[in-house]
């Protein structure tokens, strides 16, 4: 790797200058993107015509436009990937892109290969970054169409007029533009690089640039972004973001620490000073539990990349690393006994939740508690034993379609690698890890579910219609996950203080297994954890292998739930003819 580095190096000093070349495909994405921009704010539209195209420039404007209303932005990161990767798809559908892109980089026939191929990932990387501006720009934000109109040369001053809205103050004018203000290399963290800019009116900044312009962060994070902005306000007040010092960030750490776990939603709490409610806090008896460190440093990150994103737009003077330095908290790990209650199932508690009424008969579509002879195999019913016999992440069933479900060699799977699931770690961050083949469980089958669930339905539906991303965290098992969490409340399935969910049943599925002869690799490949056993593994097996002993590794774990049981209930609630 080193010489063939080495090599490259050589290469890219030889034959061409690579820096120029970057610049090159930087000034061709402006200049389209200054033409998108002015011909929507011009005419009301962006698409350009066949006649009004003028040469090369003209066809990757428009060849730029069309991708962009084919391709999703939601899957245009995995699709880019697929490309590099080599996928003939993907090849096909961006290879216009390419082309274009490495003829302004300046990219010949007798361009060596690493240079080519280093230049083909930089293309790609500018044609992201335009799409998520074109889609902005295309919802008529104002600050993206004027940021692609200032590549052209547009000042703000005639964008404003075009739009109809009266000209900027100055004021304004240096805020919208960052290059504009006057520099000063000895500033010092005490000194505004704006005048009058508050914390909040920054963070407004930083969370439209992460979510809306580049699209770097999901929608669905701006509700925690708005808590850490609401906990900031509350114990730190309306500060200059460039006023902000490592003693501010100490007193913030130090209080929240200080806060009782349910500061948000008691409503006592309400309306109450951060220092008070701490006070009040510790004179209760029993005294409040207090919040996490996780929660305190989930808060903390959050914060460090608003004041890196200021320090890269050159609203800040002093280095983020050295504010957050030492701030964090390290999780104390939990004991056995921490581990047996708030991890797996024991055997108790799984054969009580699946001998109660939902799945052995309830009284009623709308009283689940009660028994009877009532069924409804929803998403209620399956995805608790999906979750216990797959070992899958609530979302991961919650948001796939029919069409996921396919055979490969016979064996019937969850298509986790399908490029329009968006899939996480259970950190909640995007994890490619988490793609992989998960075959059906022996009891899933003789449940019935591909029966119920899948044969003869249309590839689109979803598996449970009836989950929607409709909702502030945009998350398909949202709801699922709060009415499960009220039914095992409801049912008293633990004691007081002990933590049920979905979630727990990952923690029995890879415990359990791992207390078989199954091998490491192989339950990490089925619970989407990438160690180094899995990918080592993954190297040296066919991919119909790899399936075969998949499969007969999660048929290795066996569950105390009664399977005859269950089928009866459903033969019995059918034979009445109440089953859904």
Same mark, same amino acid.
């Given at each position: 790797?080193?010489?063939?580095?080495?090599?490259?190096?050589?290469?890219?000093?030889?034959?061409?200058?690579?820096?120029?070349?970057?610049?090159?495909?930087?000034?061709?994405?402006?200049?389209?993107?200054?033409?998108?921009?002015?011909?929507?704010?011009?005419?009301?539209?962006?698409?350009?015509?066949?006649?009004?195209?003028?040469?090369?420039?003209?066809?990757?404007?428009?060849?730029?436009?069309?991708?962009?209303?084919?391709?999703?932005?939601?899957?245009?990161?995995?699709?880019?990937?697929?490309?590099?990767?080599?996928?003939?798809?993907?090849?096909?559908?961006?290879?216009?892109?390419?082309?274009?892109?490495?003829?302004?980089?300046?990219?010949?026939?007798?361009?060596?290969?690493?240079?080519?191929?280093?230049?083909?990932?930089?293309?790609?990387?500018?044609?992201?970054?335009?799409?998520?501006?074109?889609?902005?720009?295309?919802?008529?934000?104002?600050?993206?169409?004027?940021?692609?109109?200032?590549?052209?040369?547009?000042?703000?001053?005639?964008?404003?007029?075009?739009?109809?809205?009266?000209?900027?103050?100055?004021?304004?004018?240096?805020?919208?533009?960052?290059?504009?203000?006057?520099?000063?290399?000895?500033?010092?963290?005490?000194?505004?690089?704006?005048?009058?800019?508050?914390?909040?009116?920054?963070?407004?900044?930083?969370?439209?640039?992460?979510?809306?312009?580049?699209?770097?962060?999901?929608?669905?994070?701006?509700?925690?972004?708005?808590?850490?902005?609401?906990?900031?306000?509350?114990?730190?007040?309306?500060?200059?973001?460039?006023?902000?010092?490592?003693?501010?960030?100490?007193?913030?750490?130090?209080?929240?620490?200080?806060?009782?776990?349910?500061?948000?939603?008691?409503?006592?709490?309400?309306?109450?000073?951060?220092?008070?409610?701490?006070?009040?806090?510790?004179?209760?008896?029993?005294?409040?539990?207090?919040?996490?460190?996780?929660?305190?440093?989930?808060?903390?990150?959050?914060?460090?990349?608003?004041?890196?994103?200021?320090?890269?737009?050159?609203?800040?003077?002093?280095?983020?690393?050295?504010?957050?330095?030492?701030?964090?908290?390290?999780?104390?790990?939990?004991?056995?006994?921490?581990?047996?209650?708030?991890?797996?199932?024991?055997?108790?508690?799984?054969?009580?939740?699946?001998?109660?009424?939902?799945?052995?008969?309830?009284? $009623?579509? +709308? @009283? *689940?508690?009660?028994?009877? #002879?009532?069924? =409804?195999?929803?998403? %209620?019913?399956?995805?608790? /034993?999906?979750?216990?016999?797959?070992?899958?992440?609530?979302?991961?069933?919650?948001?796939?379609?029919?069409?996921?479900?396919?055979?490969?060699?016979?064996?019937?799977?969850?298509?986790?690698?399908?490029?329009?699931?968006?899939?996480?770690?259970?950190?909640?961050?995007?994890?490619?890890? $988490?793609? +992989? @083949? *998960?075959?059906?469980?022996? #009891?899933?089958? =003789?449940?019935?579910? %591909?029966?119920?669930?899948? /044969?003869?339905?249309?590839?689109?539906?979803?598996?449970?219609?009836?989950?929607?991303?409709?909702?502030?965290?945009?998350?398909?098992?949202?709801?699922?996950?709060?009415?499960?969490?009220?039914?095992?409340?409801?049912?008293?399935?633990?004691?007081?203080?002990?933590?049920?969910?979905?979630?727990?049943? +990952?923690?029995?599925?890879?415990?359990?297994?791992?207390?078989?002869?199954?091998?490491?690799?192989?339950?990490?490949?089925?619970?989407?954890?990438?160690?180094?056993?899995?990918?080592?593994?993954?190297?040296?097996?066919?991919?119909?292998?790899?399936?075969?002993?998949?499969?007969?590794?999660?048929?290795?774990?066996?569950?105390?739930?009664?399977?005859?049981?269950?089928?009866?209930?459903?033969?019995?609630?059918?034979?009445?003819?109440?089953?859904?």
């Amino acid at each position: 790797m080193r010489v063939d580095a080495e090599q490259l190096f050589v290469e890219l000093g030889t034959t061409m200058d690579v820096a120029k070349a970057q610049q090159g495909i930087d000034a061709w994405k402006n200049r389209w993107l200054a033409e998108i921009a002015s011909r929507l704010v011009t005419e009301g539209r962006i698409i350009i015509t066949e006649k009004e195209m003028k040469g090369e420039e003209g066809l990757a404007v428009d060849l730029m436009l069309r991708m962009a209303m084919w391709l999703k932005t939601q899957t245009l990161d995995a699709r880019i990937k697929r490309a590099l990767a080599g996928f003939e798809p993907e090849r096909l559908e961006l290879g216009p892109i390419i082309q274009a892109g490495l003829h302004h980089a300046g990219v010949s026939d007798n361009t060596p290969p690493h240079v080519r191929a280093a230049l083909t990932a930089a293309v790609l990387k500018a044609y992201a970054e335009g799409q998520r501006q074109i889609d902005a720009i295309g919802q008529g934000d104002l600050e993206a169409i004027a940021a692609a109109l200032s590549l052209a040369g547009v000042p703000m001053d005639d964008l404003n007029s075009m739009a109809g809205a009266p000209p900027a103050a100055p004021a304004a004018q240096a805020k919208t533009d960052p290059a504009s203000r006057p520099s000063s290399p000895a500033r010092t963290q005490s000194e505004t690089v704006e005048d009058g800019e508050t914390f909040e009116a920054s963070w407004a900044d930083f969370v439209r640039d992460k979510i809306d312009l580049t699209r770097q962060w999901k929608r669905s994070r701006r509700p925690e972004l708005t808590a850490t902005l609401r906990i900031w306000l509350w114990i730190i007040g309306q500060v200059s973001p460039s006023d902000v010092t490592k003693a501010e960030l100490a007193k913030f750490r130090s209080v929240f620490l200080q806060l009782p776990a349910d500061y948000s939603r008691a409503p006592a709490y309400a309306d109450t000073p951060a220092e008070d409610l701490i006070r009040l806090a510790q004179s209760e008896t029993p005294k409040a539990v207090r919040v996490s460190a996780e929660t305190l440093n989930k808060h903390m990150s959050t914060l460090k990349s608003y004041f890196v994103w200021l320090f890269d737009q050159g609203r800040l003077s002093i280095d983020p690393a050295k504010m957050f330095s030492g701030l964090y908290v390290k999780p104390k790990k939990k004991g056995r006994g921490g581990r047996g209650e708030r991890n797996e199932y024991t055997d108790d508690e799984f054969r009580a939740m699946f001998s109660s009424p939902v799945w052995m008969g309830r009284k $009623s579509e +709308r @009283i *689940l508690t009660q028994p009877g #002879d009532y069924i =409804r195999r929803d998403s %209620l019913y399956w995805a608790p /034993l999906l979750a216990a016999y797959q070992g899958a992440r609530r979302e991961e069933l919650a948001q796939v379609r029919v069409r996921h479900f396919v055979q490969i060699e016979g064996v019937w799977v969850l298509n986790l690698n399908a490029v329009d699931l968006t899939l996480k770690a259970d950190d909640g961050f995007e994890d490619e890890g $988490s793609r +992989r @083949i *998960l075959p059906l469980h022996r #009891d899933i089958l =003789r449940l019935g579910f %591909l029966e119920a669930c899948i /044969l003869g339905r249309d590839g689109d539906d979803q598996l449970f219609p009836e989950l929607s991303n409709s909702n502030a965290s945009e998350a398909f098992g949202a709801a699922l996950g709060r009415r499960f969490g009220h039914y095992q409340q409801a049912m008293k399935f633990f004691g007081p203080g002990v933590e049920g969910g979905l979630h727990r049943f +990952r923690h029995s599925f890879t415990t359990r297994l791992e207390n078989t002869s199954a091998k490491s690799a192989f339950i990490e490949e089925l619970t989407g954890h990438e160690g180094p056993a899995r990918r080592s593994e993954r190297g040296r097996y066919t991919k119909a292998i790899h399936v075969q002993n998949l499969k007969r590794t999660i048929d290795m774990l066996e569950l105390p739930i009664d399977v005859d049981a269950l089928l009866a209930a459903v033969q019995r609630c059918s034979t009445n003819g109440r089953r859904q």
